[in-house]
């Protein structure tokens, strides 16, 4: 676990792809072959450790930089120690003969297999106990792109092979994109860093990517919002050699084909969820250091709670490096009038469980204060403070000396827990279960159908979103249920009005679904129209959108490592993933008629009214396979989101807050805002009678200007909109 940075020194060429026309360096073609650069490696090492001194909230324990001899690659790491504490466990890595180098963010699993296979059957020598040394030995041993097949795990990394023959760089992201991987050109260079704020050392002046932002590009393709800056795509690598730059794809999820479903009892597959799910809690159990749990109100994190209980107490798995029964672990609480508070049902789980528990409670004071912080290790806008409240959780990890936790992310992904899914699922009968009460029954479903579109407008509206709003549907090859998902996608996009009028005229009458049907292959599209159920198709679009570049953003990884805490996923395990995605829709979501009658306590997005939501039970066959687990109040209870309250009190520690950070002034220097809309929703954003949408209007704004001022971004104008390609 750690944050890097890389340096690549280009050949130029007219011929690539410049996507800053204006605000960026001549375009740069591929690694050039000629013999050393006239460039000072002294300079290079000086400003790569620069950089990722401005990360080393990702890696305090241990840094380092290299040089290549040639000076046109350079590498620089800063390194949290999880596995190997020793020095043999420092970055960057060096193959024996010196040819292959790279800098690893995360975490390999399955350690003692793969490196077993690596000396046993392939002569692979390691020279520490770290997992960051598979990727080097597994691309030595299997080359790019097979060796990302063995790769299983959280991971982003720069590997430098300097053999003649094959002199490149791979620049490579997980699956899921759990693991943040950023890049850009300036001049002759390719900068690549774990966070964006790590090119500002190396000479880089950002810029607003204006249409990335009013598009929400940022949020569905390779755009970020500053300008130039691209992700890599989660399950994609940077193939950089002397040909160029290339973003390639090595994996991607598939769905069941409806058409030809496979055949297998509800106990196999409840049985198949358990097997693979416990699997991954035991390999991420793994470290040299202790390892503790986030535990919320909801089941996701519960399970993962009491399956690492039973198996340090049943099977006696080390917790990390402790031998330990008891499993420490970490929950917040709002303030208990709000409706968002879930601590007491965390506490009752935790008593269940015979476990430790230390809460954080998130005070409006508490989330005025970590504002500013989280925004800036953040590096882009959300709709809720709920990632403030994330930020000020992962204070309590290392307070407690405690490097490591397991997190429940990716469990309302692959097993259909979000309130819009329903939708999608009753779009089309489950043919894969021909025999459950909706596909034999069309009327029924259809009604529920018109229902949970009713149901799920309310919640909409109720929580301040802008989805539903009057908007003409694009006709697309993906068909009916990917442009409606596309609609619950943008539900947290900023309005129009919120834009300057310059970028409202330029946006016209542009309509966003379009820029998420974009950020999916023609490929997929058609897999979406003619192969998958659209609960499928709408699985995968949050999958690929909002699952990778929000949640795992600022509610995962850049939260979580700001106080460099690692965050692990078991939901997110590859092996366990690919089965779930291969069960039928109707044993993830699964109808009941009595189920809107004990699900518990409604929470803050649920209404009474909403019957046909309640009815359709979610994550259906995790609840059965995590049965043994959890208690009988977390088996019954409805999907809870974490989110923050939205009603607050004016004059209070908010209000005071973003009063201070909205000034006509910095609003106006940002360029792309409209003051007036920021002044209407200050009025009507506080209070009792508060507005929800204006006040998500505000903490969108006040992100912005906490970027700017923070990371020196110019004001942006209409010559950032004709430099940006979208």
């Avoid at 390779?222 to 890599?232: A, H």
């Avoid at 229902?451 to 989805?467: D, F, L």
């Avoid at 006509?664 to 209407?680: K, N």
Wanted: aromatic content about 10%; overall charge negative.
């Amino acid at each position: 676990m750690c944050g890097f940075s890389a340096c690549i020194l280009f050949a130029p060429s007219s011929n690539s792809h410049n996507v800053c026309q204006d605000h960026a360096s001549p375009p740069c073609n591929g690694i050039t072959k000629s013999a050393p650069v006239n460039g000072d490696a002294k300079e290079l090492a000086t400003q790569l450790k620069y950089s990722v001194d401005i990360i080393a909230h990702r890696g305090p324990d241990d840094s380092d930089v290299w040089i290549s001899d040639n000076e046109q690659v350079g590498l620089a790491h800063c390194r949290l120690s999880i596995n190997d504490l020793s020095p043999a466990g420092r970055q960057p890595l060096h193959s024996r003969d010196n040819q292959i180098h790279a800098v690893v963010n995360g975490e390999i699993y399955d350690y003692d297999l793969l490196r077993h296979e690596c000396e046993t059957h392939h002569n692979f020598a390691f020279q520490s106990d770290s997992d960051s040394e598979l990727v080097v030995a597994l691309y030595q041993i299997y080359g790019a792109p097979d060796f990302f097949t063995h790769l299983r795990g959280e991971f982003a990394f720069v590997l430098y092979d300097n053999r003649q023959v094959t002199q490149r760089v791979i620049a490579g992201r997980d699956r899921y994109g759990i693991k943040p991987l950023v890049y850009t050109r300036l001049g002759a260079k390719l900068l690549v860093a774990s966070e964006a704020k790590a090119f500002l050392p190396m000479g880089w002046k950002p810029r607003w990517d204006v249409r990335a932002i009013s598009d929400a590009g940022w949020m569905f393709d390779e755009r970020t919002l500053f300008c130039g800056v691209r992700k890599v795509l989660p399950g994609h690598y940077l193939d950089i050699t002397e040909g160029g730059v290339q973003q390639v794809k090595y994996w991607d999820a598939e769905y069941e084909d409806k058409s030809k479903p496979e055949t297998r009892t509800i106990e196999e597959m409840i049985e198949g969820v358990r097997e693979k799910l416990v699997d991954s809690v035991r390999l991420r159990l793994r470290a040299d250091v202790p390892v503790g749990i986030y535990l919320s109100g909801g089941i996701d994190s519960s399970a993962i709670a009491g399956i690492v209980t039973e198996l340090a107490r049943k099977q006696n798995v080390k917790i990390g490096n402790e031998t330990a029964t008891r499993v420490t672990c970490f929950s917040v609480a709002f303030p208990e009038k709000s409706g968002y508070d879930e601590s007491h049902i965390a506490d009752r789980t935790a008593e269940w469980l015979g476990v430790k528990t230390i809460k954080k409670t998130i005070t409006e004071e508490t989330l005025a204060e970590d504002f500013g912080d989280a925004v800036f290790h953040c590096e882009h806008h959300h709709f809720d403070l709920n990632f403030v409240a994330k930020f000020a959780l992962s204070t309590l990890p290392r307070e407690h000396g405690i490097k490591v936790v397991l997190t429940g992310e990716g469990a309302d992904e692959h097993f259909a827990g979000y309130p819009y899914f329903p939708g999608e699922f009753l779009r089309e009968a489950d043919e894969a279960l021909p025999d459950s009460q909706l596909s034999q029954n069309a009327d029924l479903r259809n009604d529920m159908f018109k229902a949970v579109q009713r149901e799920m407008k309310a919640i909409w509206q109720k929580s301040g979103a802008t989805a539903y709003e009057d908007r003409p549907a694009p006709a697309s090859i993906a068909g009916a249920g990917a442009t409606d998902m596309s609609d619950n996608l943008l539900a947290w996009h900023p309005t129009a009005a919120l834009f300057a009028p310059w970028l409202q005229r330029r946006q016209q009458e542009y309509d966003c679904r379009q820029t998420v049907l974009n950020s999916h292959p023609v490929d997929v599209q058609a897999k979406m129209k003619s192969r998958w159920h659209p609960l499928h198709t709408s699985m995968y679009m949050w999958n690929k959108n909002s699952l990778a570049n929000v949640l795992l953003s600022c509610l995962g990884d850049r939260t979580e490592m700001a106080h460099s805490v690692e965050a692990r996923t078991p939901f997110l395990d590859h092996h366990l993933t690919e089965y779930v995605n291969r069960l039928p829709p109707s044993v993830k979501l699964r109808y009941s008629a009595d189920a809107a009658s004990d699900t518990g306590e409604l929470g803050p997005i649920w209404t009474k009214s909403s019957i046909a939501l309640q009815s359709l039970n979610e994550k259906w066959i995790l609840r059965q396979a995590v049965r043994p687990y959890i208690t009988d109040e977390l088996y019954k209870r409805k999907k809870h989101p974490f989110l923050a309250p939205t009603r607050w009190a004016k004059g209070g520690p908010l209000h005071r807050m973003f009063t201070t950070v909205l000034t006509p002034d910095a609003v106006e220097r940002l360029g792309f805002v409209h003051w007036e809309t920021i002044q209407e929703a200050m009025e009507i954003a506080w209070g009792e009678t508060a507005d929800p949408k204006a006040f998500r209007q505000l903490v969108y704004c006040a992100a912005w200007v906490t970027l700017s001022q923070r990371m020196g971004i110019a004001r942006a104008d209409g010559s950032d909109w004709d430099a940006t390609v979208p």
